[in-house]
């Protein structure tokens, strides 16, 4: 048994060490393509999954009959679920790509030093990017996408959760570049979905030029703490509501039932919210009530408990939980300093909102919470690429190195300096 588990390995890394070396060779035909030619290519996909729709779909059944056969978390479920709607979106996130400006080439500084050199600053592919994710299907779609128009090429480690449907997608996206005369190694996807291959495709740095994780807390961990390759490391979103004493009552309402009922499965959901004492007789009962019609278990502080009736008593853990369920957590404080403490303290440095008509409590908010998106009377459901128009996202970066929030093109590259000289030598 122990040969066979060791011949087993030895062939999976066989696979890894092929996948990563047709990804070196890829991504040199990427960089040589013109911007028309990739937005050729990017329509041609788009369509392709709209006339794909019905395979697609019968894919992800497979994988939905598993998870919930698998008491799958209904938030997951849902990041799992395809849909004729979800598929059309996946199509109009990659047109929008195309109609965005190509970063590639762009020159960013040009100038001449004292020493006679002409020194060129231009915009440039990072060259192979990894992306490990989980149970959502439209990653698979929006990083190819993303990757393709920067002249990246992309090596994707899904889940086991959403395998049929991410080697469905990137069937489609395969034969698509075949027919565009495109190298399909422009995509790759590891169909071993075991942790072993995940950690041995961490450390292939000699062919992966980034990694990128995308999921719960527990894989992100593993990847910055077991990758050789470069992270930029994605969060998750503890995010939270701050209802200011000022703040109007209603649109705190409504901008707190969108942040948490909208998709509960979701990164930028609220999962916390926190009331100011003065404005908490008004709101929280008719804020409980809201919640409670959606099945939301609403988690309280003393102060808050008192008030919400069939709520339970908040922990410690619940402060700092991202649940992607039908959960909430709720505490009262008294001040916005107090609000802004906590949340420094707890969040994921994800997306964090106040609700309030006091402007210095809003500017205090905006300059003291660190966060990569911090919002004054809306909704954290907007930290999302689509959203800010970058036609898709990556992932939204929580680091402080490279790149924050929502990555869209320009998070795809790097620089490169060009130096033309006529003859000097250092002294």
């Known amino acids: 048994m122990q040969i066979e588990n060791r011949l087993e390995w030895r062939k999976g890394m066989e696979e890894l060490t092929l996948l990563g070396e047709r990804a070196v060779q890829a991504k040199y035909e990427l960089q040589r393509m013109t911007t028309e030619k990739k937005n050729e290519v990017l329509e041609a996909v788009a369509e392709a999954l709209i006339q794909n729709t019905e395979y697609l779909l019968l894919e992800n059944h497979k994988d939905l009959e598993r998870g919930i056969a698998n008491q799958m978390n209904p938030g997951l479920v849902d990041r799992l679920r395809l849909t004729k709607e979800r598929i059309a979106g996946m199509a109009e996130g990659i047109r929008q790509i195309v109609k965005l400006p190509d970063p590639v080439g762009e020159i960013l500084d040009d100038y001449e030093a004292e020493n006679g050199l002409h020194i060129v600053k231009k915009r440039v592919p990072m060259g192979v990017i990894g992306i490990i994710y989980e149970s959502r299907p439209n990653v698979t779609a929006d990083a190819f996408a993303l990757c393709f ?83 930029i490391e994605t969060g998750t979103g503890n995010c939270h509501i701050y209802v200011d004493e000022t703040a109007d009552l209603e649109m705190a309402a409504d901008i707190i039932m969108n942040a948490k009922t909208q998709r509960v499965g979701v990164c930028n ?33 003393e102060a808050a408990y008192a008030l919400i009736p069939g709520a339970v008593h908040a922990t410690e853990e619940d402060w700092g939980k991202e649940y992607l369920d039908y959960i909430l957590s709720i505490k009262v404080v008294s ?29 205090k908010f905006l300059d003291e919470v660190d966060a990569a998106a911090v919002y004054v009377n809306a909704s954290t459901r907007f930290t999302d690429g689509f959203e800010f128009g970058f036609g898709a996202e990556i992932g939204i970066s929580t680091q402080k190195l490279h790149a924050r929030g929502p990555m869209g093109l320009l998070a795809l590259t790097t620089t490169k300096y060009i130096i033309y000289g006529n003859g000097q030598v250092r002294p």
Do not use: W
């Open 335 to 363: 001040s916005v300093e107090e609000a802004i403490a906590h949340i420094n303290k707890y969040n994921t440095k994800h997306s964090e909102a106040i609700i309030t008509n006091n402007y210095e409590h809003a500017q």
């Open 149 to 231: 128009k920067t002249g990246n090429v992309v090596i994707l480690k899904g889940g086991s959760d959403a395998i049929h449907s991410n080697e469905a997608i990137v069937n489609c996206i395969r034969e698509t570049l075949n027919e565009q005369g495109v190298t399909e190694d422009a995509i790759q996807l590891i169909s071993d979905t075991s942790r072993e291959t995940a950690a041995e495709f961490m450390k292939m740095n000699q062919y992966v030029d980034v990694l990128i994780p995308r999921g719960g807390r527990g894989l992100i961990k593993a990847v910055v703490e077991q990758s050789t390759i470069p992270v």
């Open 269 to 301: 959901a609220c999962e916390s919210v926190l009331v100011h004492k003065d404005v908490k007789d008004a709101l929280l009962p008719v804020l409980a009530k809201r919640l409670q019609e959606k099945h939301v278990e609403i988690r309280a502080d």
